[in-house]
RNA sequence: GACCCCAUCGUCUAGCCUGGUCUAGGACAAGAGCUUUUCAAGCUCUCGACACGAGUUCAAAUCUCGUUGGGGUCACCA
């Protein structure tokens, strides 16, 4: 039975980083028919925070790795010092009182020895023990180092494979140590390459958005978070780039995962997070962009009509980058007075357009029926009629709407605008002394 | 500094294990164009890489060694 694990320290919030070694973990573990261990490090007491736990949690579910088991290295104090006891007892280590410190540690005696790493994704890397320092199992306040309690709880839970970060590799060599004078079976370790930041250095907070509550929150939907991170790191082999997570599972395989550290990229991204939001239910996104709208005041929740709100999501989905967008995009269908970028006013409106704008409107009043159809023909025949092309009139138009200069189709913004919106805005264009 | 890891377009990658089918394929981004209405959607096209040097071989992106470059780790943090 393959059993992997992911550790996560409670003193940050789950970053990209950990998101993806979680991934490749509950992948292996579901694709082998396999469990998924959720392990909480807060022996730092100092540092672990409750809320990070929450935050871990709530990210984890968030993103769809459900673990089958959860253990906290704070509750299980006495079974490393048990452990570090017995290591004791057998000569393997020897405790050590500084003066500056309340108690004694205990501390593990490094042997002269070549140890062998025979890494899944790298192969077999060789390390020298003489460089190599004796290592402190338990610290003089009777917690655990990281090296020790990590050893003990992947020994003690069976765990089989160990994925997790390159900046582990050379915590390996003193793993393997410890398993070894706890006389436990080393387990397999596979070390992801890691994910550099647009500078090529760690990613960091000024690179951009880290943690993955974040990008829940600016608006991208987890399976294509999910399949962007797949993506860094591992191919299918056969260039498709969106996989869903069920087909992932299918043809994952954890020697395939690349040594190369990926280079975090926003746009690819942005890219996949459209492709999904194209394809997602409407009726689900209207559940995260309500929320938003209600936020903004541009909807009281009490009373607003749905299919209205619904129609508009659909008008936008196949543009949205994160769903977010649409709340920017689609102001101007929930506010009396739109804000008009000043650029696109410069370029469409700084002509006097009060003579097409007012033929404009009565053309509308005469419709017999307000569709998108009819709206379209009779500005078409105006645009004809003053012997102009389209797109002359068209701009300015849709700035005078929308205030921008991009949107969906113009038809149909007027169509879901209404008559007597689409007349109110275009007449604050209408210079009056000239209707006459 | 020591130890370790890595090295294909700007970015993510396919190809490398099992040398020839690679004048290196795909995607994102960028640029150009089309869509008798915008683009942030769609379609078409363009730009663009085997880090360098040796070696092995009839043949090397693929194997070997070195150099350079990048990254990681060296805590009584995790």
Known sequence: MIRVRFAPSP?????????????FNWLYARAKNGKFVLRIEDTDKERSKKEFVDEILGSLSWLGFNWDEIYYQSQRFDIYTREAQRLLKEGKAYTEKLPDKPGEAIIFKVEPQKIKVNDLIRGEIEFDSQTIKNQVLIKSDGTPTYNFACVVDDALMDITH????????????????????????????AHLPLILGAEGGRLSKRTGATAISEFRAFGYLAEALVNYLLLLSWAPGDNRELIDIKEAIKIFDIKQVNKTAATFDINKLNWINNQYLKNADTEMLLGLIIPMLEEKKYIDKDNFDRNYVKTLVQLFQARLSVVNDFVDWADFFFLKDIPIDPAAKEKHLSRDLSKEFSLFIQRLDALDDFKIESIETAFRELVKELGIEAKVLIHPVRVALTGKTIGPGLFEVIYYLGKERTKERLSKFIIPNLIG
């Not at 003193?11 to 991934?23: K, P």
């Not at 900046?167 to 393997?176: G, L, M, Y």
Request: glycine letters at 14%; proline letters at 5%; hydrophobic letters at 30%.
């Open 11 to 23: 003193t940050g919030n789950l970053h990209i980083g950990g998101g993806r070694t979680a991934l």
């Open 162 to 189: 160990i994925i997790r970060g390159d900046d582990h590799i050379s915590n390996t060599p003193k793993q393997i140590l410890i398993y070894q004078a706890l006389g436990y079976k080393t387990p397999e370790f």
